[in-house]
Each structure stands twice: as structure tokens, then as C-alpha cells.
């Protein structure tokens, strides 16, 4: 049986230059693929934070208590798990259970929502989401992987994205 050439494939693909320049422009715009794509509405100050997650190597966002941080870190992992497949995205915090904290967030808040459902893969182990006290995977059908780590046990592991909570 002969070699399938993927790149070929893709390109073959209806309006594949129109879904190239779709998909740079919510790379680049993180917000409006949120409230777009997943249907899913942001205060205006979201807005201005998910566009900064989506454009800069590195930010520090510094809010108040009940501001919403966990919530929009949550929904911003799963937005960058669909706009790059296949990346390994690690939510590290100092202690284990702060950083299953993200995870459960798209557990508690997320699948309530058809159009984030529709990118998880519920199909491992029958559910959508892992969760114990240390340890938090949720796994997305581009082939993404959000998970959670305590700051002593990211050592060895690799990671596309990186998300800091509760950074000391």
C-alpha cells in the first residue's frame, strides 16, 4: 500500500489558503476565537488578557482574588490546545493541587458548553477529563494534552506551553 503524503492531503483540502489565514488570525486573536468558536462570551478586560496569552512568549498576569484568572487560564489552554494540534501544554503551580485546579475548572465549567465538548476527547477511559488529587489530564481531539504538574514533578517532562499559576 503506498505512503499517504499528509501534506499533499492537506492541501487538497476546499479553501485551504482561507482556513491557513482563518487560523493565523485566531492564533493571533485568542479572544475573539473564544468567543467565536466556542461561543463563549469575555468581559472586555478577558478580551485584552486572552489576546496578550495569544500573542506573547511570556506574560505575568497579576489579578485580584475572584477576578477569574484559573477560569480564563482554563479556557485559553483548551483555545491554544485546538489552534496548535498536537502540543503538550503543562499547567505547573508549587503545590499539586493548586495546578489540578485549571484542570478541574474544565471539568466544573467548560463541558457544560457543546462547542468545548466537541474538541475533547472523551473517548480515554470514558472520560473527558482525569482528575485525582495530584494529577490533572485532559486530552483534546487535535491531539493536545493539557496537564497538570507540581513544580517537583514538570523535572524531565516537555511541554509546548508552559502556564504558571500561583507562580511564587
Not at 492537506?10 to 485551504?16: A, C, F, G, M, S
Not at 458548553?113 to 473527558?128: C, G, Q, T
Not at 494534552?145 to 523535572?155: A, C, D, N, Q, V
Amino acid at each position: 500500500m503506498p505512503a499517504i503524503d499528509k501534506a499533499s492531503q492537506i492541501r487538497e483540502l476546499k479553501n485551504y489558503e482561507a482556513w491557513q489565514k482563518q487560523i493565523w488570525y485566531w492564533r493571533t486573536h485568542l479572544d475573539r476565537f473564544i468567543e467565536e468558536y466556542f461561543k463563549i462570551k469575555l468581559k472586555p478586560s478577558q478580551r485584552v488578557d486572552a489576546r496578550i496569552l495569544g500573542n506573547f512568549q511570556s506574560i505575568d498576569l497579576v489579578k485580584n482574588r475572584g477576578a477569574g484568572k484559573t477560569w480564563l487560564i482554563a479556557i485559553c489552554a483548551i483555545a491554544l490546545g485546538v489552534l496548535y494540534p498536537g502540543s503538550s501544554i503543562a499547567v505547573i503551580s508549587s503545590t499539586a493541587e493548586q495546578a489540578v485546579l485549571v484542570v478541574k475548572k474544565i471539568e466544573e465549567k467548560f463541558l457544560q458548553y457543546p462547542d468545548v465538548l466537541r474538541e475533547i476527547n472523551a473517548s480515554r477511559h470514558n472520560k473527558p477529563v482525569q482528575i485525582n488529587p495530584h494529577k490533572g489530564v485532559c486530552w483534546l481531539k487535535s491531539g493536545s494534552k493539557i496537564e497538570s504538574y507540581s513544580m517537583g514533578t514538570l523535572r524531565g517532562n516537555r511541554a509546548k506551553i508552559l502556564i504558571c499559576d500561583e507562580a511564587p
